[in-house]
């Protein structure tokens, strides 16, 4: 389902970047091949060079207000950054007194490019000085008193006027009032990278040192910024050479850059095409886009305050979804947005709205959309209409409740797996009975458990915790309360009235889900009240040996472990007999889904597990004593925390990573490669939802992430096809293309770069 609609690009994502105004690339190219010349030769090329340097420095003089400050080209604002620090740090070191603490201040929501350069100088300088972050308040508004109480001992202090993540703008008369107050003089950097263009600026009126810019922010070419330097504000040079920039700033200046900025600064003052819209109008555009977001997602939450913030940035979130998602849906929809900034913790999540102190979900949920003056009515109106697409899309996955959309939905029938980190949770639908049940449910998804089980029209038979878990608390409650809460069940929600059938002399208790039976099995160990549920057609409860779809085994075994035993109900010595007693029950092909997945391997098996875990060999071989596996087991636990950092790990890996064989195509291999091998399946492997809004024509069939492990399973004597997968970006598809090697598919590749980078 090619949608042309959905083809061309709604680029709202200005705050990274914007595209180059055609008129600003026009006049970089003719400067390119035209005025060539060196602005420092003196014939005639040069001069016609440098006339277009002294242009734009005297039309970005008019621009900010600079009055008798000076202007200097700079390659961004990461330079403009630096320039303004080293010169600020250099010439207050100079007047540092022994004995003295001093501090150097800084907005907690600034661009990193400041505390980072900020640490830097102060290091490499020996300034030591201690750096303190500025606290904001819910509306990432700075904190004066704290300025007042900090700033008299500060060296520099830097802010920003317009904030990259919120569009929240800072009172800088107030601030001004606020530092010159308490310390008239301290060095004062003002960020206006985001402000340029969006809020007036009259720099000479104001005491602010320095103030860097970047021309890609507002249709310029990347590698084109300048710097503010107000009139009697100290400077030392960042780049030295050959005295370019009347020696403040040296290297052969970029002409192209340049010519495309005089064109900018032609808008800015009015003086070009009229492209840039009015404050008035953008407010208005910003409008129609929050008010289709609250359409098409009731429960959207904005995360700033529209009255302190520029109108062309809107960040939100989506509650139940994660920044990711979101992104993912509305690139299928061919819509650029953007997530918080990726920090070093797993989950994205935006250090700004951390700081302004809102609730971690809507940080980890964070989406900012941002456009640029220059945006069209037209882009905002489909970008409004798209907006509508997205939350259809969702409700063809079921993932929100939409009247009148549930007839278009995804049917979900077998195995569908969620995930919050390294946890799992684990659905399974029997369709023809139109009967559920959820296993490991966790509190992050239970909403959206409930809309699947609402949207799927399924009856939930039970929510089943495969032991009492550590390190989250279950889902379960609010599964219960909505569809349970008539059902008698045990501490883990198996229900206390079910069938129970001897095999072998063996009582197993199991409920009915269609022509499927959910088989409970005790595997204690990892903790005492451990068990594993095996999911079988319910001819097998006639045999000897169960031959289970899915075995559900909790801790018992994950992916490139066992379970930890080093918790108070911990035992090494049950682990060792209920590895091997689900062993000697189960075949060992069979699909087994642990209820944590740290290295995004989705499910396992025996036979693989067996192959690279030699303690669970030799256990289940019975080629180790108990005593040796506890003791093998103990050594193992010893040092799990240490190893793997905050989050509670339930297993101690002996091994995380194995090395696999997939292929690696990009589009044109590919092409030819299909060519060749018209037998090979193209599976798209992204959710409904993103397939349903856009998808190539090559990639017929949809194989979400959520459901590999149903595939899998389906599949899994099947291991000789011809497997190629394709996502967003390449990385999904290198994630699904490694596990499904890892499990025995012997020809699985992957489109890399995925669809980004196959048009
Ligand atoms: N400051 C702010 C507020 C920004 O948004 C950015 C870019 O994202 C920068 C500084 C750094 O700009 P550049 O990467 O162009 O040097």
Request: hydrophobic share 40%; proline share 3%; net charge negative.
């Amino acid at each position: 389902m090619d949608n042309p609609e959905v083809l061309k690009q709604i680029y709202l994502d200005a705050n990274a970047t914007t595209p180059v105004l055609s008129s600003a690339a026009a006049a970089a190219m003719e400067t390119m091949e035209t005025m060539f010349g060196n602005p420092s030769s003196s014939h005639t090329s040069g001069l016609q060079a440098k006339q277009i340097m002294d242009q734009a420095r005297c039309k970005a003089i008019q621009v900010l207000g600079a009055g008798t400050g000076q202007v200097i080209f700079t390659s961004g604002a990461t330079e403009g950054i630096q320039t303004g620090i080293l010169s600020a740090l250099y010439a207050a070191k100079a007047k540092m007194k022994a004995g003295q603490s001093y501090s150097i201040l800084y907005g907690a929501t600034e661009h990193k490019a400041v505390p980072e350069s900020l640490k830097h100088w102060n290091r490499i300088l020996e300034v030591n000085a201690t750096i303190k972050a500025i606290p904001v308040d819910v509306q990432g508004k700075l904190d004066m008193e704290y300025i007042a109480n900090e700033v008299p001992d500060a060296l520099m202090i830097c802010t920003m006027a317009v904030n990259n993540e919120t569009g929240v703008y800072q009172d800088l008369s107030l601030l001004e009032q606020t530092i010159r107050t308490h310390n008239s003089d301290v060095y004062w950097m003002v960020d206006c990278v985001q402000a340029l263009g969006k809020t007036h600026l009259g720099l000479a009126d104001t005491t602010i040192d320095y103030a860097p810019f970047s021309g890609h922010k507002l249709y310029g070419p990347k590698g084109i910024g300048f710097v503010y330097i107000r009139e009697g504000a100290p400077f030392t040079p960042f780049i030295a050479g050959g005295g370019q920039e009347s020696g403040l700033r040296s290297g052969t200046e970029n002409l192209p850059g340049l010519a495309a900025l005089n064109v900018i600064f032609d808008e800015l003052l009015g003086q070009g095409s009229d492209v840039f819209s009015s404050t008035k109008v953008l407010s208005e555009l910003r409008a129609q886009l929050s008010t289709a977001l609250k359409t098409a997602f009731p429960t959207v939450v904005f995360n700033h305050n529209f009255d302190n913030s520029v109108p062309t940035t809107l960040n939100f979130s989506i509650p139940g979804f994660t920044s990711k998602e979101i992104m993912d849906l509305f690139d299928a929809a061919n819509m650029r947005v953007s997530s918080g900034s990726a920090c070093s913790s797993k989950v994205t999540r935006s250090f700004v709205l951390d700081a302004m102190g809102l609730e971690p979900w809507r940080s980890e949920s964070a989406i900012r959309m941002s456009f640029g003056p220059a945006v069209t009515q037209q882009q905002i109106t489909e970008a409004c209409d798209r907006i509508q697409h997205c939350a259809h899309a969702l409700g063809h996955s079921c993932l929100v409740s939409m009247d009148g959309v549930t007839n278009e939905r995804e049917e979900l029938d077998g195995l569908l797996q969620l995930k919050v980190g390294g946890s799992c949770c684990w659905v399974y639908a029997d369709k023809q009975s139109g009967k559920a049940v959820v296993i490991d449910p966790l509190v992050e998804v239970q909403e959206r458990l409930l809309t699947i089980l609402e949207c799927q029209k399924l009856s939930l038979v039970a929510a089943i915790d495969t032991h009492g878990h550590a390190d989250h608390t279950s889902g379960r409650v609010g599964l219960v309360q909505a569809h349970l809460s008539e059902q008698a069940c045990d501490p883990l929600g198996w229900p206390i009235q079910c069938d129970r059938i001897e095999i072998n002399k063996n009582v197993f208790s199991f409920i009915e889900l269609g022509e499927h039976c959910l088989v409970k099995v005790s595997t204690p160990g990892h903790t005492a009240d451990s068990i594993s549920l095996l999911l079988c057609d319910k001819s097998q409860l006639l045999k000897e040996k169960f031959v289970p779809e899915f075995t559900f085994c909790g801790d018992l075994i994950l992916m490139g472990s066992v379970g930890r035993t080093n918790f108070s109900t911990s035992d090494a010595a049950a682990m060792y007999c209920s590895l091997r007693n689900l062993a000697k029950i189960t075949n060992k092909q069979g699909v087994l889904c642990p209820s944590h997945d740290y290295h995004n391997e989705f499910v396992t098996t025996f036979d693989a597990e067996m192959n690279r875990n030699t303690l669970l060999e030799q256990a289940i071989e019975g080629r180790i004593s108990s005593a040796n596996f506890i003791k093998a087991k103990t050594s193992l636990d010893l040092h799990i925390d240490d190893e793997q950092g905050a989050e509670i790990m339930c297993g101690a890996f002996v091994e995380s990573c194995q090395k696999v064989q997939v292929s690696e195509y990009d589009s044109v291999a590919l092409t030819e490669h299909i060519e060749q091998h018209s037998d090979a399946t193209l599976i798209d492997i992204r959710e409904p939802h993103e397939y349903a809004l856009n998808h190539d024509q090559y990639f017929s069939k949809n194989v979400p992430l959520t459901r590999l492990a149903n595939f899998i399973a389906q599949q899994h004597n099947n291991m000789d096809q011809e497997l190629i997968l394709v996502c967003r970006s390449g990385s999904r598809s290198h994630i699904a293309a490694n596990a499904l090697a890892r499990l025995g598919f012997k020809h699985v590749g992957h489109l890399k770069g995925g669809y980004a980078l196959s048009h």
